[in-house]
């Protein structure tokens, strides 16, 4: 279901949030007309206050009777204010769609300069109100996008919604120091937290001017139903207008018993009736009136200057009151001069969700078009002399060393003239590899001889799968380290079931001791005969050029365990290229080079995001030597010997089957111990950059007094409700004796309500025992058929050694 209103969230954002923009823009410009109007005109809508008394309303009708004697007075408007202008509204003339405006003195009745500019905000109302469309097929379209922009404004709530609603710091604050997708999220999603009330608001006011039948539902709710509106018709012709007329006296009259009636008046809108029988009109609005629009009504005899009918706003029905707070909510003069500030930037602010959506959608765009291009790169074989028969290039890769051997073999078949199709094991079934009549396998092993993650649902169907492939001819690169006792496991594993299931070896399995180039030479002969391209050059390195290296410096080191039990664990800070760009879970290859040429490189999990600067946590590996105590080459001379400023050479590595789960708004359990801290703190930093709260780390050391590392940051995230779950497990401390597993299985209920939401699993750390324990514990808690499930769907993700 999320993920259903994600994907409306963004089409609707990228269509209807486009034309959005055009609103925001004109209702910001819209927002300070009258005081942008009053800077640009000085001396016709304002003037300076004088001693004297202003003139009365009757005084200032007759003055507007001299300048315009042939025209009628349609209405007046008066404020209390002696610095305010009085505006006079005259009757159409015909051919005319409104009449003329004009203002005058206060004080002397004087004809004040036109107005300028008031036809371009008038233009801009038009843009902002109907799209410069007719009136109403405009106000449709604007009703439209009105609900629209509900739409994104709710749908954004629900996509966002924490599990810790009611902390303030989850809604409505981010990190500024985010960079790229992760900057942009964060703005767009707490930008739209703070500014959701006022654009349902906008919303509301929009859907009720657009559809005169949701106008006239809630019109009938509150009490106060317009008029029906008389059948269309043909237009008479406009006759000019004739002055009413009632004279000055009458008006005299009819003004002095609404000054008696309203003593508190600021402002006045009269509507001098046409026939002089008629009662005159006039709302007014109170000094101490809650907004612009409360206006009372009153309706005087102007003959006799009795009062027809008296209506204060204060007396008004619920309704009407409710009713009249619309329009001054909608432009923010509800709560005056604050109130369209924040009304101003609110409108703002849908241009800065427009730009921030569209930039998010291009670079998810960008994102899929590169996993495209890759996967057509992968899936596509040359097309040469056996076009017609493919060799099809399986790999299965924990971190993507089997990935990149396999592209290598497939580039020098290909090159050779054989055509190649490259697939994962994790996407590959039994009935796709039967297909094919010749098959090469890029193996590796994880753990203890254990399939890598992506690639356990196709060893579990292949040990399920019966039909024969004797028809297929096959060859393994089966890689590994020797360090473990199952060396090679699952490439051996995958060579036993092939030959069970018929199909013919073209040579033995080759096995790899982590890069072995000997071992790499007989897979690169293998591939010659292949091809039977004898001179063909089909040279392979597990690792990738030295010129992959870059250089960094040694710039921190802190010790994080001091006082403990076991071996120091040191959080080492690099400097080097800031540009470098990687994504959660990353790996980095460090080349201890001070050891000589013939050593492999160390293999890390990077505990930061670029942002961060490159930051490692090493375990400073020691082994009892007899006559002392050695350490381990790269980590001991990471964390002792290496001096700060020191180069240190290092590669990324990508590791995709641990960097984040691509429905980012999915829960998230991290679990792990020791120096696996890394691989989870770099996920979890970039979770709290992009605002995601709902996560849970459950993760084991030995001692608390002094192996509490990252305890502050930890603690930050909870504070700041980015841990609504954290479990910390001490296994040597007195009240404690638990491991990670234990932890799982007391809150066995927990976790499964939290796997049944979606959650995506990632373990980082030991594989002994802690990772073992990990799977134990979930085969238990959800059964195997659901922990394999989730492995298949990318949602229990590991990087473990």
């Not at 810790?164 to 604050?173: G, H, K, P």
């Not at 497939?410 to 697939?423: C, F």
């Not at 292949?530 to 040694?554: F, K, Q, V």
Request: a neutral charge; proline letters at 6%.
């Amino acid at each position: 279901m999320k993920k259903l209103w994600f994907q409306l969230h963004w089409f609707v954002g990228i269509t209807a949030g486009t034309v959005l923009i055009v609103i925001g823009l004109t209702g910001a410009i819209l927002a300070f007309r009258e005081q942008v109007l009053d800077l640009l005109n000085p001396g016709v809508l304002s003037v300076p206050a004088q001693s004297g008394p202003t003139l009365t309303p009757p005084q200032l009708a007759q003055a507007a009777k001299l300048l315009r004697p042939q025209e009628r007075i349609s209405s007046i408007i008066v404020y209390a204010q002696p610095d305010t202008t009085v505006r006079v509204f005259f009757a159409p003339q015909p051919g005319e769609q409104r009449g003329e405006t004009i203002y005058l003195h206060p004080y002397t009745g004087a004809l004040l300069p036109e107005l300028h500019y008031a036809e371009f905000f008038e233009w801009i109302e038009s843009l902002h109100r109907f799209l410069l469309l007719p009136r109403e097929q405009g106000k449709m379209v604007s009703g439209t996008l009105a609900f629209c922009l509900m739409g994104l404004a709710l749908s954004g709530l629900y996509l966002r919604w924490p599990r810790r609603v009611f902390d303030w710091r989850t809604w409505l604050t981010f990190d500024t120091r985010m960079k790229g997708r992760s900057f942009l999220w964060g703005l767009h999603s707490v930008a739209g937290t703070w500014v959701m009330v006022i654009f349902l608001m906008f919303t509301f006011s929009g859907v009720y001017w657009a559809f005169d039948p949701i106008r006239d539902m809630v019109d009938g709710w509150l009490g106060t139903p317009r008029p029906p509106r008389a059948a269309a018709a043909a237009k008479p012709k406009l006759k000019a207008a004739k002055p009413p007329k009632a004279d000055a006296a009458e008006l005299d009259l009819a003004w002095a018993a609404f000054e008696r009636a309203a003593p508190n008046w600021n402002m006045a809108f009269l509507r001098p009736p046409e026939k002089a029988s008629q009662p005159l009109q006039i709302l007014w609005v109170t000094k101490d009136a809650p907004h612009v629009r409360a206006r009372g009504k009153i309706l005087i005899n102007q003959q006799t200057g009795a009062i027809v009918k008296n209506e204060p706003y204060a007396e008004m029905p619920m309704g009407a009151r409710l009713q009249s707070t619309i329009y001054p909510l909608h432009i923010g003069t509800y709560f005056g001069l604050t109130g369209q500030f924040i009304v101003f930037l609110a409108a703002l602010a849908l241009p800065g969700f427009g730009i921030t959506g569209w930039m998010l959608y291009l670079k998810r765009r960008k994102a899929k078009r590169e996993a495209l291009a890759e996967r057509k790169r992968l899936a596509g074989g040359a097309a040469g002399a056996d076009a017609g028969d493919p060799v099809l290039m399986a790999y299965a890769s924990q971190t993507g060393q089997a990935e990149r051997l396999a592209l290598q073999s497939a580039a020098a078949l290909q090159k050779a003239g054989v055509a190649v199709h490259v697939h994962s094991l994790e996407k590959l079934t039994p009935p796709q590899l039967g297909k094919y009549r010749r098959a090469l396998f890029v193996a590796s092993s994880f753990g203890e001889g254990e399939p890598p993650d992506p690639a356990r649902r196709f060893s579990r169907l292949l040990h399920d799968q019966h039909e024969a492939l004797a028809h297929m001819q096959y060859a393994v690169l089966a890689l590994g380290d020797k360090h473990y006792v199952e060396f090679c496991g699952f490439g051996q594993a995958l060579d036993q079931r092939l030959r069970v299931l018929g199909a013919q070896p073209l040579h033995p399995i080759i096995e790899v001791d982590n890069g072995d180039p000997v071992a790499l030479g007989r897979w690169s002969h293998a591939l010659r005969e292949l091809s039977g391209a004898e001179a063909a050059d089909m040279s392979l390195s597990a690792a990738a050029p030295d010129t992959d290296y870059a250089s960094w410096r040694l710039t921190e080191r802190v010790l994080l365990n001091e006082g403990s039990v076991g071996h120091p664990l040191y959080e080492l800070t690099l400097s080097g290229d800031a540009g470098v760009d990687w994504k959660p879970g990353a790996l980095v290859d460090i080349w201890p080079g001070h050891y000589g040429a013939h050593e492999t490189p160390r293999r890390y999990s990077l505990a930061s995001l670029p942002q961060d600067g490159m930051q490692l946590i090493v375990r400073q590996e020691r082994h009892d030597l007899g006559a002392g105590v050695g350490m381990g080459l790269a980590s001991g001379w990471l964390t002792a010997r290496a001096a700060l400023g020191d180069e240190v050479r290092v590669r990324l590595i990508a590791n995709p089957s641990f960097d984040a789960h691509a429905q980012a708004a999915l829960p998230a359990i991290y679990i792990g111990n020791g120096s696996g801290m890394a691989g989870l703190r770099s996920h979890l930093r970039a979770r709290v950059a992009g605002g995601e709260a709902r996560n849970w780390l459950i993760f084991g050391e030995r001692q608390r007094a002094f192996d509490a590392i990252c305890a502050d940051e930890i603690g930050r995230w909870r504070d700041g409700g980015f841990l609504p779950e954290l479990d910390l497990v001490f296994s040597r401390d007195p009240d404690g004796g638990h491991y990670v597993q234990d932890r799982m299985r007391e809150k066995a209920d927990v976790l499964r309500e939290w796997i049944a939401d979606g959650a995506v699993l990632y373990v980082c750390g030991s594989l002994q025992g802690m990772a073992g324990g990990v799977d134990a514990a979930l085969e238990e808690i959800i059964g195997r058929a659901a922990l394999e499930a989730m492995i298949e769907a990318g949602r229990y993700r590991r990087d473990v050694y």
